[in-house]
């Protein structure tokens, strides 16, 4: 990213604040990985998920666009699909936000 991103203050960010300080945004990265999976595979707060995920999503395209090798379109398919997951919600009959909303009478955006 610190060579490829499509926005100078991206590499700038990446090389002067999260390279030196990697002890804490790794595994804080693979949390946030793991927590986005964990929402959209259970259908539990998809809405917030999908909107998280497409945020890292965005974050990579932006970062990664130039670099060779890399599929840039690939990133941008990631945004579309997640967004999707935004407007329209999945895990309505068989998700763990169709329990929640029933229980507690929750508004759309749990699901």
């Known amino acids: 990213m610190v060579d490829h991103a499509s926005i100078p203050?991206?590499?700038?960010?990446?090389?002067?604040?999260?390279?030196?300080?990697i002890v804490?945004?790794?595994?804080?990265?693979?949390?946030?990985?793991?927590?986005?999976?964990?929402?959209l595979m259970l259908g539990s707060l998809t809405r917030i998920g999908a909107g998280l995920g497409?945020?890292?999503?965005?974050?990579?395209?932006?970062?990664?666009?130039?670099?060779?090798?890399?599929?840039?379109?690939?990133?941008?398919f990631l945004v579309i699909i997640q967004m999707l997951f935004v407007l329209d919600p999945p895990g309505r009959s068989l998700g763990a936000d169709v329990v929640l909303r029933q229980r507690?009478?929750?508004p759309a955006l749990f699901g």
């Open 24 to 39: 804490l945004f790794g595994p804080l990265v693979y949390a946030v990985e793991v927590l986005i999976a964990v929402s």
């Open 104 to 106: 507690q009478h929750l």
């Open 9 to 21: 203050l991206q590499a700038q960010l990446v090389q002067d604040i999260v390279l030196p300080n």
């Open 54 to 76: 497409s945020l890292m999503a965005l974050n990579l395209w932006l970062g990664l666009y130039s670099a060779p090798g890399e599929w840039p379109w690939t990133y941008g």
